[in-house]
Nanobody, 126 residues
């Protein structure tokens, strides 16, 4: 069974931090590029951050640049998204997705990702 599972979401005050985890079950993420996406109520899903299979290349949406950090922990077969200085507009369901790409782009259109997690809710409010 091949699955991705997100965890670490919750409710925080503006300026707070959360660390999301994307853990793989049934396969290794070593050779997969990973993307984090989010979807807020009434809005389309948007890309947040991407990381190459090696972890050597990353990309961030302008809205989160400087506040979020994506990284890989291959020993735990996990990709992390550290979110600092959270804002109310960061409120959304966050998803991770994986696609097997050893070479190529860091980020891909969402319809090219093979595996998706169930999502984890992030709520930022006073």
């Amino acid at each position: 069974q091949l699955q991705l599972v997100e965890s670490g979401g919750g409710s925080v005050q503006p300026g707070g931090s959360l660390r999301l985890s994307c853990a793989a079950s049934g396969f290794t993420l070593d050779y997969y590029a990973i993307g984090w996406f989010r979807q807020a109520p009434g809005k389309e899903r948007e890309g947040v951050s991407c990381i190459s299979s090696s972890g050597g290349s990353t990309n961030y949406a302008d809205s989160v640049k400087g506040r979020f950090t994506i990284s890989r922990d291959n020993a735990k077969n996990t990709v992390l998204l550290q979110m600092n200085s959270l804002k109310p507009e960061d409120t959304a369901v966050y998803y991770c997705a994986a696609v097997p790409r050893v070479l190529g782009y860091v980020c891909y259109p969402d319809d090219e990702y093979d595996y998706w997690g169930q999502g984890t809710q992030v709520t930022v409010s006073s």
